[in-house]
């Protein structure tokens, strides 16, 4: 059975944001909703996928207010608690894109490359020195539909995260991973412009089991 860490966000996290305009709190979805449980269904039998979801991750960048968000550092532990594994699936840079780091698009892709050779070697030196890596640009923000922005987000976020996926592009082929655009199947829900509704969910978890099947021959 193939083994694969999914590594992200509160996208990956299952991030419910429904309710957050009505009562300024929101949830989880459940195993019939996230993808990574319907990623786990559709390749019953055949892998076994670890969540590692989290939401406020970033790429490289310290978060002043919230702790633990640093996706660099909480990397090795996500890996060794999960190896040996077969594959990665890494997407992460939308809280990047936040006001509070000020970040560009380029230093926040120099993030993602930090991680990503990080992980190379956490690769070579494991179990299974072949597992493969796929990188997935995050879909971009907008506006949620009362014409306002989710927590720090603004109109330079959306600026920055439109660049964000030929810069990940970039990277993928310097380091030998497997690239998707996920702003190419879905758009994030209008309750608040950055995370995945039901729907998306469900198209994101369709087309990353194509991709995956491919990647390991399943």
Same mark, same amino acid.
């Not at 929101?26 to 786990?40: N, P």
């Not at 039998?45 to 310290?62: D, K, L, P, Q, S």
């Not at 989710?150 to 439109?162: C, L, M, N, Q, R």
């Not at 412009?193 to 399943?218: C, D, M, Y």
């Given at each position: 059975?193939k083994q694969?860490l999914?590594?992200?966000?509160?996208?990956?996290?299952?991030y419910?944001?429904?309710?957050?305009?009505?009562t =300024?709190?929101?949830?989880? %979805?459940?195993?019939?909703?996230?993808?990574t449980?319907?990623?786990?269904k559709?390749?019953?039998?055949i892998?076994?996928? %670890?969540?590692?979801? &989290?939401?406020?991750?970033? $790429?490289?960048?310290?978060?002043?207010?919230? %702790?633990?968000?640093?996706?660099? $550092? #909480?990397?090795?532990?996500a @890996?060794?608690?999960?190896?040996?594994?077969?594959?990665v699936? +890494? &997407?992460?840079?939308t809280?990047?894109?936040?006001?509070?780091f000020?970040?560009?698009?380029?230093?926040? *892709?120099?993030?993602?490359?930090?991680?990503?050779i990080?992980? /190379?070697?956490?690769?070579?030196?494991?179990?299974?020195? *072949?597992? /493969?890596?796929l990188l997935v640009?995050?879909v971009? +923000? $907008?506006?949620?539909?009362?014409?306002? @922005? %989710?927590?720090d987000f603004?109109?330079?976020?959306?600026?920055? =995260? $439109?660049?964000?996926?030929?810069?990940?592009?970039?990277?993928?082929?310097?380091?030998?991973?497997?690239?998707?655009?996920?702003?190419q199947?879905?758009?994030?829900?209008?309750?608040?412009?950055?995370? #995945?509704?039901?729907?998306g969910?469900?198209?994101?978890?369709?087309?990353?089991?194509v991709?995956?099947?491919?990647?390991?021959?399943?």
């Amino acid at each position: 059975m193939k083994q694969i860490l999914c590594y992200g966000d509160s996208n990956t996290y299952g991030y419910d944001s429904r309710e957050f305009p009505i009562t =300024g709190k929101s949830g989880r %979805y459940d195993e019939t909703i996230r993808w990574t449980c319907l990623l786990q269904k559709d390749l019953e039998n055949i892998a076994h996928i %670890y969540e590692a979801g &989290m939401g406020g991750r970033t $790429t490289v960048f310290e978060d002043p207010l919230e %702790y633990g968000r640093n996706g660099f $550092t #909480f990397l090795d532990v996500a @890996f060794k608690s999960s190896e040996p594994l077969d594959l990665v699936v +890494v &997407m992460l840079g939308t809280n990047d894109i936040k006001d509070q780091f000020s970040a560009s698009a380029i230093v926040i *892709a120099s993030g993602m490359e930090r991680l990503i050779i990080r992980l /190379k070697e956490l690769i070579s030196e494991s179990h299974n020195p *072949a597992a /493969k890596i796929l990188l997935v640009s995050p879909v971009n +923000v $907008t506006k949620n539909a009362q014409g306002g @922005f %989710y927590y720090d987000f603004s109109e330079e976020s959306i600026i920055k =995260g $439109t660049q964000l996926s030929s810069l990940y592009q970039g990277i993928a082929k310097k380091y030998s991973c497997t690239f998707t655009d996920a702003n190419q199947w879905i758009v994030p829900d209008t309750s608040d412009g950055t995370h #995945f509704n039901p729907e998306g969910h469900k198209i994101f978890a369709e087309k990353i089991s194509v991709i995956i099947r491919q990647l390991l021959n399943i």
